[in-house]
C-alpha cells in the first residue's frame, strides 16, 4: 500500500517518532518478534491508545480507530476509513475509502476473518426501526470471507434480545441494504440495490437480481432466484423462482440448481413435484394443504422433495406470512 510508506530516505518509524508528542499516535509495535511483520500507521490518522491492534496491519491517513475497537492481524484501513464503538474485525480484514464500521453505542459488532467493506459501505450502526430504544444493546455479527460492495448498509439489531446476522462467503453488490433483525445465510449473492427490510430470513445459496426488494419478516428458501425488480411481499419457498411486483412463483430456479451440482433425478423429481403442487390435473385438484400432504406421503424417501414440501408447509404457519402467489395452470 503505497501511502503508508515515506518516500523520503527515513523510515516510517522516523516519521512517527517525529509526532511522538500527539498522544492520539498509536506506536509501532515494540516486540521484536513482530519485526518481520510491522504495523503501519500513517501519521495522520486518529487511533485511541486503547484501541487493540494485531500485527502487520496497516491505516492510512485520515482513518480513525475507536477505543474499543479490535483490529485482528493484517487488516487493512485504506485513507478515510472509520471505525467506531466495541467494534472488532478478525484477520485480513479490508476497509476500503470512506468505509464505516461500528457505531458509539452500547452492544458491539463482530466481523469475521477475510472481509471487504467497500467505498463508503456502512456497517454496524443504528438501526432505523423506531421500536428502538436508546441505551439498548444491539449486535450484528459477520462471518468470514465476505465481500459487502460499495455504498452497501447493514445495520445492528433494535433489540437486545436479537441480532443482525450475515453468514459466510456472501456477495453483497453496491448499494444493498440489509436491515435490522436480519439473517442471512452462507454462500449469497445480493445484486446491486437489493433491499432487505427488517427481521427477514435468507437461507443458502440465493441470488437476488438487481433491485429487488423483499417485505419484512419475509424467509427466502435455499437455492431460490429473485428476478430483477421484483417486489417479495411473502415467502419464496426452497429451490424456486420469482419475479414480478407482487412477486409470483415463475417455477423452480432451474439453471441455479444444475449450477449447484443437483444430479438429474434430483431435478426431475422437483420438477414433477411443482407440477403436482402447483400444476394439478382434473384428479388432484382440491386445496393446496391436501396435495402437499398427498405428495410427503408418496415421496417423502427423496431428501430434496422433503425440503421442498418442509419449505412451502413451513411458510403456512400462524407466524409467517405464506408463499407468494401463484398462477395455478393446469397440467392436463
Not at 47 to 72: D, W
Not at 116 to 127: D, E, F
Not at 204 to 216: K, M, S
Not at 251 to 262: I, K, P, V
Request: charged letters at 20%; hydrophobic letters at 35%; one cysteine or more.
Amino acid at each position: 500500500m503505497r501511502w503508508l510508506r515515506n518516500t523520503n530516505s527515513n523510515s516510517l518509524a522516523s516519521t512517527l517518532l517525529q509526532y511522538s508528542s500527539l498522544s492520539f499516535l498509536r506506536p509501532l509495535s515494540n516486540a521484536a518478534a513482530d519485526d518481520w511483520n510491522p504495523t503501519f500507521v500513517h501519521p495522520t490518522a486518529i487511533i485511541h491508545p486503547n484501541a487493540t491492534l494485531g500485527q502487520g496491519v496497516s491505516i492510512g491517513p485520515f482513518c480513525t480507530v475507536g477505543s474499543s475497537v479490535k483490529l485482528g492481524n493484517a487488516c487493512k484501513l485504506y485513507p478515510g476509513s472509520h471505525i467506531f464503538g466495541y467494534s472488532q474485525l478478525g484477520d485480513n480484514c479490508i476497509l476500503m475509502t470512506g468505509a464505516v464500521v461500528g457505531d458509539e453505542l452500547p452492544g458491539k459488532t463482530v466481523i469475521g476473518s477475510n472481509n471487504i467493506i467497500g467505498h463508503h459501505a456502512v456497517v454496524g450502526v443504528k438501526c432505523q426501526d423506531l421500536k428502538y430504544k436508546d441505551g439498548d444493546e444491539c449486535f450484528l455479527d459477520i462471518g468470514d470471507n465476505n465481500e459487502i460492495r460499495e455504498y452497501s448498509s447493514i445495520h445492528r439489531s433494535s433489540k437486545p434480545d436479537d441480532q443482525t446476522i450475515v453468514g459466510h462467503n456472501n456477495l453483497i453488490m453496491g448499494s444493498c441494504h440489509v436491515a435490522h433483525d436480519c439473517k442471512i445465510g452462507n454462500n449469497n449473492i445480493l445484486a446491486n440495490n437489493t433491499l432487505l427490510a427488517g427481521h427477514i430470513v435468507v437461507e443458502d445459496y440465493i441470488h437476488t437480481a438487481g433491485a429487488a426488494v423483499v417485505h419484512q419478516h419475509c424467509h427466502l428458501g435455499s437455492f431460490c432466484f429473485i428476478g430483477g425488480g421484483s417486489v417479495v411481499s411473502q415467502d419464496v419457498p426452497k429451490f424456486m423462482m420469482v419475479s414480478g411486483d407482487r412477486a409470483e412463483l415463475r417455477g423452480l430456479n432451474l439453471e441455479g440448481l444444475r449450477r449447484r451440482g443437483f444430479s438429474a433425478t434430483e431435478i426431475k423429481g422437483l420438477r414433477a413435484a411443482y407440477r403436482k403442487i402447483f400444476m394439478p390435473n382434473d384428479n388432484e385438484s382440491g386445496s393446496i394443504e391436501d396435495r402437499l400432504k398427498e405428495l410427503h406421503e408418496e415421496l417423502c424417501q427423496i431428501p430434496v422433495i422433503c425440503s421442498m414440501v418442509q419449505s412451502i408447509c413451513d411458510s403456512f404457519s400462524e407466524s409467517r406470512r405464506g408463499i407468494c402467489k401463484y398462477r395455478q395452470w393446469n397440467a392436463s
